[in-house]
């Protein structure tokens, strides 16, 4: 509400009466009058303080940085708002075919900054901030990141939505508004820890409750709490309410905001009234209480698949509110369902929302009373998959039995469509019952399975990997049977990032320096970084790359310093590996490495070495055992190499705790050196690889996801490769042997035998036995020992390279140069063109 008197005046339309505006001016004056002081409402500062002042009822004086924040993000989502509206209100208008992004998971970390950033307020905002000296940092960081999500699939999804705005492209993300995100990991005695990450706790100021736009999910089953657990009562219907909670997603320019909706879980009937009156006053909240858990928090596993009743709810909650709202909306426009694959393009990523399939064609056959032919034709036609792991353990099979109890209906129509399906493979395959097996949308045997994977590829039009060898792998090992009946609906989209978070956002000087360079016009189209190639052998700018690198590590090294207390030499190599903690992702390998760096520093104490500061940040799973003995190794040993003399100064390890989107942003533009070391053919795709690679830091990898295509874009000759490649991890599975590397390779024995000593762990013996075990008596199933010797080697030709200043700016500039193909918005472009049939809708 405008309270000042000339702006008001403005608003009102020609013929109304004066005495209205003399009426609102007299408002003004009253609030003058009981003591607003001086502020003024016409300015951007006005509409900060008024935020600051009013929203809290507080006076500007005693204003904390929470305060502040809040009054900021709101003064930008005022600024943002009517946008917001006109963008939905163009598509109503133009009735453009539109996308849904179905996702589990949404990592989005902290949306000030880059709001502020993608509405180009970045002027005003300095100004502001410089006037009512605001410390940014320290108000920054008030703002807690959103995680809703474990890792890569999730940040994957927030990178699509910024594409996507920012492409113009009529587009909704649909998610689950977890009250409690990814746990919060804090190291205690080297161990991980986890805390509960509350982070709605205070009020978030983007999120706009649409309580109108209600949907109700009825269920064959009711809940009660009983101790602290979730019990289903089977045979007794009951129904929950989704509240929409919505995101705006700011397109970088401010031309299109698209919207992020998730779910809130309420429940209807609040009250058992009959319990109620009967005086049993638990049993009636009971109910109550166990619907609303739904959504409380976030499963925090990766890569795995969880097998637990509420995971499975929660995602038939996700996909149930979802397509009746987008349902919904369809029919609001659109009187003819076969118009539907040509106005609706669904998303599931990963197969957390497949269950789509079936609830789809639960509303077309028994709401929408269609033909089961016409029904199939029209859901395939609209729905696409993507696959985000090869990993066996990680495909997702839910029991027949859950199914029974939750929703039988979404069965009966699985074993039709498994019916139908099975008929054709016959059809096709006369007398192959094996293949008759292995396709099955259920997986016979004592607890039957629904194999959510087949259902998702066999009701789609569309299943694709997510770089060029994952969706190889996946094509011709994991579905190959699949593959084999419905060529055409196998593709690739390889994976990307958005360059505006990652690279404009996240490192001010780099992209200073660029910008001078090439134009800002990068920003929006990434392959523009081309033009950096010749410049890669310019001395000037080899130099002013060098200062910028130099210039984002100490950033760091101070916030580091500022907030843990702990310092680090920013003239050190800066070495990182930061992702989720995974046996395939391979920590461990990283650990033998530094460990046989530190051999040979011990065995030959006057090396000429470089300094190295090792950074590892990364989360377990919390039931994942290893993972976390692996964190512990990494602490441990940063407490040895600290408190050995023989080492200082020349290597230091440090565990940055609690990883995250904000952490991520911090440390990658500080990166010398990018760790992208899983077994290959286990890491789909990777992200963070990409993160590095355009932020300026060179990459020591295997050839595994996204990492070949990278070196292939930036010239082979400009990374550091290394290690089997996944043919040869597939095809030798029969021979490979651990204990040869133990018994021929001294550095390898050398490492191993250290930890077994317990030289890491001198008061807690046998502490990494676990770790000697996997890694020799357990077979080595990721193949550590197998590249250990070849990562020293590309380690130490990287070592030598960084004595040559010039030679290495030249490479890490053709690195950001190469770096173009894996922005996000190139990935969407694909999506758009090859898979949803989409085009861009301009606002105004
Ligand atoms: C990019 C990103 C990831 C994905 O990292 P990978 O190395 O590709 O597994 C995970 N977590 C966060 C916070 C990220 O920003």
């Known amino acids: 509400m405008r309270t ?243 995101r705006p997603i700011v397109g970088f320019g401010g031309k299109t905001i698209n919207t992020l909706r998730l779910w809130s879980t309420a429940v209807p009937n609040y009250f058992d009234f009959a319990k109620f009156s009967g005086g049993d006053f638990v049993a009636a909240l009971a109910g109550t209480l166990a619907g609303e858990s739904l959504t409380r928090v976030l499963y925090p596993d990766d890569s795995t698949s969880l097998g637990q009743g509420l995971r499975f709810m929660q995602e038939y909650f996700l996909v149930a509110c979802s397509l009746a709202d987008l349902v919904r909306r369809f029919r609001r426009g659109n009187a003819d369902w076969n118009q539907l694959p040509a106005k609706v393009a669904i998303q599931m990523n990963d197969t957390h929302p497949s269950l789509a399939v079936p609830e789809l064609m639960r509303i077309l056959l028994d709401e929408e009373q269609l033909e089961w032919e016409q029904a199939w034709d029209l859901t395939q036609r609209t729905l696409a998959y993507t696959n985000h792991t090869l990993l066996p353990e990680a495909l997702e099979k839910w029991p027949v039995a859950w199914f029974e109890i939750l929703q039988p209906r979404l069965l009966e129509i699985i074993y039709e469509i498994n019916r139908r399906f099975l008929d054709e493979v016959r059809r096709r395959f006369p007398g192959d019952e094996e293949r008759i097996a292995r396709v099955s949308l259920v997986e016979e045997g004592a607890g039957r399975k629904i194999r959510m994977a087949n259902l998702a590829i066999v009701g789609s039009h569309s299943t694709n990997g997510v770089a060029a060898i994952h969706s190889n792998l996946l094509r011709t090992i994991t579905v190959r049977d699949l593959a084999e009946m419905f060529p055409e609906r196998f593709n690739n989209k390889t994976n990307g990032v958005t360059p505006r978070r990652w690279l404009h956002l996240a490192n001010p000087a780099l992209s200073r320096i660029i910008t001078e360079a090439i134009g800002d016009g990068w920003i929006t189209d990434l392959g523009q970084l081309r033009k950096l190639q010749p410049m890669a052998e310019d001395r000037g700018f080899q130099e002013a790359f060098l200062r910028a690198k130099g210039e984002a590590k100490s950033a760091f090294a101070d916030w580091l310093k500022a907030t843990t207390g702990q310092g680090v030499d920013p003239d050190s190599i800066f070495d990182c590996q930061v992702k989720r903690i995974h046996e395939y992702k391979r920590q461990l390998l990283n650990v033998l490495r530094i460990i046989v760096l530190y051999n040979r520093l011990r065995d030959d104490p006057g090396l000429d070495v470089r300094p190295r500061t090792f950074f590892f940040a990364g989360k377990a799973a919390p039931a994942y055992r290893l993972a976390k003995v692996i964190i512990k190794l990494i602490n441990n040993l940063a407490g040895t190499i600290d408190g050995d003399p023989a080492v200082a100064g020349r290597l230091k390890v440090v565990f940055l705790p609690d990883y995250c989107v904000s952490l991520a942003e911090r440390l990658i533009p500080a990166s010398d050196v990018s760790n992208q070391i899983s077994t290959a053919g286990y890491e789909a795709s990777g992200t963070s690889n990409m993160k590095f690679m355009m932020n300026g830091a060179l990459t020591l990898g295997t050839r595994d996801g996204a990492t070949i295509e990278m070196a292939e874009e930036a010239g082979e000759e400009n990374f550091f490769l290394f290690g089997l490649t996944a043919d040869q991890v597939v095809g030798g599975s029969g021979w490979y042997d651990p204990w040869w590397h133990y018994e021929n390779e001294p550095e390898t024995r050398a490492a191993l035998d250290r930890i077994a000593s317990d030289a890491f762990s001198r008061y807690e013996p046998g502490v990494f036995r676990p770790i000697g075990d996997a890694l020799l008596k357990n077979g080595d199933f990721y193949r550590h020992l197998a590249d250990l010797a070849s990562y020293l080697e590309a380690d130490r030709r990287l070592c030598d390279l960084y004595s040559n200043p010039q030679e290495w700016a030249r490479k890490a500039i053709l690195n950001v140069a190469g770096s173009g193909k894996f922005s996000s918005d190139r990935t969407i472009a694909e999506y758009a063109a090859d898979i949803w049939g989409v085009e861009p809708c301009p606002v105004r």
Request: with cysteine.
């Open 4 to 246: 000042d008197k000339k702006d008001e005046s403005k608003n009102y339309r020609k013929g109304e009466p004066a005495r209205e505006t003399e009426e609102s001016g007299s408002l003004y004056d009253l609030l003058q009058q009981y003591g607003c002081g001086p502020i003024q409402f016409t300015s951007e500062d006005g509409l900060y303080e008024r935020h600051l002042i009013f929203d809290n009822v507080s006076s500007l004086k005693s204003a904390g940085s929470r305060e502040r924040f809040e009054a900021a993000a709101r003064s930008v989502r005022d600024v943002l708002s009517q946008r917001w509206v006109e963008t939905e209100a163009m598509y109503e208008r133009k009735n453009p075919k539109r996308v849904y992004y179905l996702s589990m998971e949404f990592l989005i970390g902290r949306s000030l900054s880059n709001n502020i950033t993608n509405l180009l307020l970045n002027p005003i905002v300095k100004q502001l901030v410089e006037k009512k000296k605001i410390d940014p940092i320290e108000f920054l960081e008030q703002e807690p990141d959103a995680g809703l999500g474990n890792g890569g699939l999730g940040r994957l999804a927030a990178c699509f939505l910024d594409s996507l705005a920012t492409m113009q492209l009529p587009a909704m993300g649909y998610g689950l508004r977890y009250e409690y995100g990814i746990f919060r990991q804090s190291i205690k005695d080297g161990w991980q820890e986890e805390q509960p990450d509350n982070w709605l706790r205070r009020p978030d100021p983007w999120e706009v409750e649409r309580l109108s736009e209600a949907v109700e999910v009825k269920l064959n089953a009711s809940f009660e709490l009983s101790g602290g657990s979730l019990r289903v009562i089977p045979g007794q219907p009951s129904s929950l309410l989704g509240i929409p909670f919505d």
